[in-house]
């Protein structure tokens, strides 16, 4: 490598991230020379966002600047009842696998609760996409947020680590969320780094949103190198715009005093939209604000509400723009084309209000701890630390404005409302706020009629499915000795074509919280107290989702044989995949 190289490898090329355009040599030849590459199988690219709501994204009707994922649903598809299950994790189980997350082993958080559902492991009763696709001639990379094992320590197991299953490259975190200038659990391939002893990223400015854009193209230039005849699967898993509030100056510049109208009128700026683009029937009402949530004329801390709202924005956009880059390489490498691209969001808006409630104030320092520079192969292993790397006290609480390193601090409940327009509930809860997700498909030459909705409802059960397809995989029964589980979902394919997706119904369960589906009506139930050990199951409740998407409605007493039926197939559902056993008193 010379010198210019070796130097442009550490430096930020590309806007204001720390792009690897030039990364040793890779990718920056990769641009001035079309590589050939096969055509019998596509390339497949599925890209997931964190804790985002329905209504975020500008080609979804909201306000936020999304140019790039704008224009790949403009040339292709978007879906607007397409689901997922309500958590970060067990989304991800569900996603990589096709089964539901309690098959999988994740049917709650990161934790072992003692019942095969609840292991927060992935178990070896499933697949990875990757490990599927990767005996058809894929090579498989994966970038960002992991979170489908509790093992994230030094010396723990790796046995659920992406290169253990199925990955050939990996970059990003194993643990769920973290600083954004200094991640929790990062981790090269099988391996600790952190931002400053990284030997194959160093920007002058680390930003973990850019980091997961800018080691996707290393990977992909790498490939493109060296693998010119074998497809792709990437996975790319970014963490905007999960808590904490973190984002660039001049991303949240872009936004300032676009939020002080505040929350309620931002709802209804979006309903209008939707209901204008034809996103959303005008005939569903939309839900009241969310309980405990003032007025905005009412509320106090507006100019600190509205800077949470505004870095939040900018987080976003962030995102936005690395999806960009991506695309703008695949097309200069003459892989667009070939490459359907997939994205999706973990669950509903985040009403969690982590660093968010009390008096301003320093994170305490644990025992043992102290405020001082962090080493550069110190590793960061705290989702909330306490110092940023160079030495000084994380902050938190009412009034403390986010974006910078030294603080911690969620955008919250009013704001998540607003991002779940028109729908009741968020993030944890199977209300359609808590499950509903933006899915956009591009694909060129395999879309009829661009541009326009697929209104057939779908599950991260059906990616596997529809990755199985594409890619002309075998789905195995068995892998190391291990009997798999048959796939959950239904391949995607022929919602392409605008022809209807074959099922009978779809199911949920998280943290008490209960739904079926099946056609248009959806039996739901809310805990009478969420987290981890919820109180006894709420009642059911029915909708008619053609009429009454934002459930407002509640048939069950009208309709009591469509609720029963409904109940007992969720019983069934429970029973055979283990979300039976469950510490709820029934």
């Known amino acids: 490598m010379d010198a210019k190289l070796n130097r ?25 020379t079309s590589v ?17 709501g329905f209504s975020d994204l500008g080609c979804y009707g909201g306000e936020i600047k999304t140019p790039n994922l704008d224009r790949l649903a403009a040339n292709g598809l978007r879906f607007t009842q397409f689901y997922n299950t309500a958590r970060c994790c067990p989304t991800r189980a569900s996603l990589l696998t096709g089964l539901y997350p309690h098959q999988a082993g994740v049917g709650h958080m990161m934790e072992d609760r003692g019942e095969e559902g609840y292991q927060g492991d992935l178990n070896t009763r499933c697949v990875t996409i990757a490990e599927v696709l990767k005996p058809a001639g894929y090579s498989t990379y994966a970038v960002g947020k992991w979170h489908v094992t509790r093992f994230n320590g030094t010396n723990g197991t790796k046995h659920n680590w992406p290169l253990q299953r199925g990955f050939d490259r990996y970059y990003g975190t194993i643990t769920g969320a973290g600083s954004y200038f200094d991640p929790a659990t990062l981790t090269r391939d099988n391996d600790f780094v952190t931002p400053e002893n990284d030997p194959d990223y160093r920007p002058e400015r680390f930003f973990y949103t850019d980091a997961i854009t800018d080691n996707a193209l290393r990977f992909l230039g790498d ?37 002080s109208a505040g929350w309620d009128a931002l709802r209804e700026e979006r309903y209008r939209r939707m209901m204008k683009m034809g996103l959303i029937d005008r005939n569903w009402n939309i839900s009241p604000r969310g309980e405990g949530i003032p007025a905005w004329k009412d509320s106090e801390d507006k100019e600190w509400h509205e800077r949470r709202m505004e870095v939040y924005a900018a987080m976003v956009t962030c995102m936005d723009r690395g999806v960009g880059r991506i695309k703008d390489f695949l097309n200069k490498t003459n892989l667009l084309d070939n490459t359907l691209i997939l994205f999706l969001q973990d669950n509903g808006g985040c009403a ?18 102290k405020l001082a520079p962090m080493g550069k192969d110190e590793l960061q292993t705290q989702t909330k630390p306490y110092r940023t790397r160079d030495g000084r006290p994380v902050r938190v609480g009412i009034g403390v404005m986010p974006g910078p390193a030294d603080t911690f601090v969620a955008y919250g409940k009013p704001w998540a409302n607003a991002s779940n327009t028109p729908f009741r509930e968020y993030k944890h809860w199977v209300h359609e706020g808590g499950i509903s997700t933006p899915l956009i498909v591009h694909w060129p030459g395999h879309i009829h009629t661009p541009g326009a909705f697929r ?12 990755c199985v397809e594409v890619g002309d995989a075998q789905y195995p029964n068995s892998l190391k000795g291990n009997e798999i589980l048959p796939k959950e979902g239904r391949s995607l394919v022929p919602a392409f074509k605008d022809q209807p997706i074959d099922r009978d119904a779809l199911y949920w369960e998280h943290e008490g919280n209960r739904a079926v589906r099946q056609g248009k009506w959806k039996l739901v139930s809310k805990s009478v ?58």
């Open 8 to 32: 442009r490898r550490f430096l930020g090329l590309m806007g204001t991230g720390a792009a690897m355009m030039a990364v040793s040599g890779t990718v920056g030849s990769v641009l001035r």
């Open 36 to 52: 050939p590459v096969s055509k019998s199988k596509p390339n497949i690219l599925l890209i997931l966002s964190d804790d985002m």
């Open 223 to 259: 490939h493109i190198k060296n693998k010119t005849e074998s497809p792709f699967f990437m996975y790319m898993a970014y963490t905007a715009a999960h808590w904490p509030m973190h984002a660039k100056p001049e991303d949240i510049e872009t936004y300032k005093g676009k939020y």
């Open 352 to 369: 969690e209000e982590n660093g968010s409630t009390g008096p301003a104030a320093s994170i305490d320092i644990p025992a043992g701890g």
């Open 455 to 466: 209104h057939q409802p779908g599950h991260l059960i059906d990616i596997m499915a529809t």
């Open 529 to 586: 107290k969420g987290g981890a050990t919820p109180l006894p199951l709420g009642p059911w409740e029915l909708y008619d989702m053609e009429k009454d998407r934002t459930e407002l409605n509640n048939l069950a007493e009208k309709y009591p044989d469509k609720a029963k039926d409904l109940s007992d197939k969720w019983d069934a559902y429970a029973r055979r995949t283990h979300v039976i056993p469950w510490p709820i008193q029934r």
